[in-house]
């Protein structure tokens, strides 16, 4: 399979692209600065420059790819106090770009409780939301509503997982609910494990147009 990587010179992203060429897949990083990519060499890698807020560029380097796979992220601010837009500005170009290189394929992350939901953790309530990563959150929110309402022609999965710890994968499968967060779950999940599932949601259709929250398996 021909994948197209977002977000490749970021921690989750290289793991992402690590992960895809491990299997086999031929992969296009599409990145800001190529030289972030550098220490990965690969005959079935491609690293190309590409700006993900201009549709007409982006969808020549997408096309001829089966399937995007986006960790596209930003800095949650000072305190989360500083206004974010980004999520919902960048899905909107991309999956514009996707149609016009005729991909229905979305494989796409933002984080656990982007929504506000009954019972969520208090941990999220009255801590995480209000004092770091609210601005964030809703801006992950608005991405996701819009992949829902506005994008019912794409074979869209959302990612959503726990605080992402960098340490190796614990080989063991990981916990998905589809919905906005994991009861009674650990609240912190190693990359490897999130980009494991990723790449494994390109071959199946068993998350199609849902939200997933993950967590790790006890």
Same mark, same amino acid.
């Given at each position: 399979?021909?994948?197209?990587?977002?977000?490749?010179?970021?921690?989750?992203?290289?793991? !992402?692209?690590?992960?895809?060429?491990?299997?086999?897949?031929? !992969?296009?990083?599409?990145?800001?600065?190529?030289?972030?990519?550098? +220490?990965? *060499?690969?005959?079935?890698?491609?690293? *190309?420059?590409?700006?993900?807020?201009? %549709?007409?560029?982006?969808?020549?380097?997408?096309?001829?790819?089966?399937?995007?796979?986006?960790?596209?992220?930003? *800095?949650?601010? &000072?305190?989360?106090?500083?206004?974010?837009?980004?999520?919902?500005?960048?899905?909107?170009?991309?999956?514009?770009?996707?149609? @016009?290189?005729?991909?229905?394929?979305?494989?796409?992350?933002?984080?656990?409780?982007?929504?506000?939901?009954?019972? %969520?953790? #208090?941990? !999220?309530?009255? &801590?995480?939301?209000?004092? &770091?990563?609210?601005?964030?959150?809703?801006?992950?929110?608005?991405?996701?509503?819009?992949?829902?309402?506005?994008?019912?022609?794409?074979?869209?999965?959302?990612?959503?997982?726990?605080?992402?710890? /960098?340490?190796?994968?614990?080989? #063991?499968? !990981?916990?998905?609910? +589809?919905? *906005?967060?994991?009861?009674?779950?650990?609240?912190?999940?190693?990359?490897?494990?999130?980009?494991?599932?990723?790449? /494994?949601?390109?071959?199946?259709?068993?998350?199609?147009?849902?939200?997933?929250? @993950?967590?790790?398996?006890?």
């Amino acid at each position: 399979m021909r994948v197209a990587v977002l977000g490749a010179t970021g921690p989750t992203g290289k793991q !992402v692209v690590e992960e895809a060429l491990e299997r086999g897949h031929d !992969v296009i990083a599409l990145v800001r600065n190529p030289n972030g990519l550098k +220490e990965l *060499q690969n005959d079935k890698l491609q690293v *190309q420059k590409a700006n993900i807020f201009e %549709e007409k560029d982006l969808s020549t380097h997408l096309t001829g790819c089966d399937a995007v796979l986006s960790c596209l992220g930003t *800095q949650p601010g &000072f305190l989360g106090w500083s206004k974010i837009t980004f999520y919902e500005d960048s899905i909107k170009p991309i999956t514009v770009a996707m149609r @016009l290189a005729n991909i229905r394929r979305l494989v796409c992350m933002t984080s656990q409780c982007a929504k506000r939901t009954d019972g %969520e953790p #208090k941990i !999220v309530t009255y &801590f995480i939301r209000p004092l &770091f990563f609210g601005n964030a959150l809703k801006s992950m929110s608005a991405m996701e509503t819009y992949l829902e309402t506005e994008c019912k022609d794409l074979e869209y999965t959302v990612v959503k997982p726990s605080e992402l710890a /960098d340490k190796p994968s614990s080989g #063991k499968p !990981v916990t998905a609910v +589809e919905g *906005q967060w994991v009861p009674n779950g650990t609240l912190k999940i190693a990359r490897r494990d999130v980009t494991k599932f990723m790449v /494994d949601c390109i071959g199946n259709s068993d998350w199609l147009k849902k939200f997933v929250a @993950l967590d790790m398996t006890p």
